[in-house]
């Protein structure tokens, strides 16, 4: 059983429900089932989203008032059974980012031969973008880490598990391994160095993350690298982010 798997951070900044146009028109000619995405803020933008992605009939986020819940939209071609938003609590230092009151959404999505768990999350950032351990950002990340290892760990250990998003987090840094560690999953990514966010910008280590329950194969690769063309005629940037996409195999 393949199961195909897109996140994206879409960048809430910046002629945002003109690129949305230009993603959802690629999300249309694509074959994913689900798709995980993170910062569409607006209720307009998610509104012009779902008009715009029609073949992803299957749509999951928290409350849009006055803005959508964490910047979590999860659209899905196939049955969504469950769906629950849950917010980190938060921790200081105070900023902008409690607004958003981010945290993870869960999903369940009905396949031909049973169901896959599918998390969605986005992590606080770390503004100083130094993740040694003295640093106050990184405790916010090591307590948001720790809050969402506990919730997946409410799931059954039976039932076939993927979480991705941005993580905000270095692949290789020590709060990434304790997390799949903690919740028994694996890095769909095996560790690749490739950078998820757009290196002209800051020079980073991957923190858009996909990890997988062991038995599950996975096969990935980074997109949207490229400008695109909005419907004025300009070329930017999809988002600040590169997408993470996945061809999951699932047991028999």
């Known amino acids: 059983m393949n199961v195909r798997i897109l ?13 949305l146009s230009v993603l959802a028109r690629l999300l249309e000619e694509s074959d994913y089932d689900v798709v995980c995405l993170q910062e569409v803020i ?8 779902r008009r715009a992605a029609k073949s ?17 939209v999860t659209l899905s ?11 980190f609590t938060p921790v200081r230092p105070a900023r902008p980012e409690w607004l958003l009151r981010k945290g993870a959404l869960f999903t369940r999505i009905r396949l031909p031969d049973g169901f896959l768990t599918i998390v969605n999350t986005h992590l606080s950032a770390n503004m100083d973008m130094d993740w040694s351990m003295s640093n106050a950002y990184t405790r916010v990340e090591e307590s948001e880490l720790g809050e969402l290892a506990g919730l997946i760990g409410r799931i059954g250990a039976a039932e ?8 905000n987090v270095p692949r290789s840094h020590e709060l990434f391994r304790e997390f799949a560690s903690a919740t028994g999953l694996r890095d769909a990514l095996d560790g690749d160095t490739a950078p998820t966010f757009r290196p002209e910008l800051a020079v980073l280590e991957p923190i ?5 329950t062991p ?10 690298k490229d400008h695109v063309r909005l419907a004025d005629g300009r070329f930017v940037p999809l988002s600040d982010h590169y997408a993470v996409e996945a061809t999951l195999t699932l047991p028999a």
């Not at 076939?160 to 993580?167: H, L």
């Open 7 to 19: 996140t994206f951070n879409t960048l809430f900044r910046g002629r945002s429900r003109a690129r």
């Open 42 to 49: 607006s209720p307009r933008n998610l509104a012009h989203l």
């Open 56 to 72: 992803y009939p299957h749509v999951a986020h928290a409350a849009t008032f006055p803005v959508v819940r964490g910047g979590l």
């Open 77 to 87: 071609r196939r049955t969504i059974t469950r769906r629950h938003f849950q917010s």
């Open 160 to 167: 076939p598990k993927v979480v991705m998003g941005d993580f």
């Open 208 to 212: 858009d993350q996909i990890l997988v």
């Open 215 to 224: 038995g599950i194969e996975a096969t990935t690769r980074l997109l949207f």
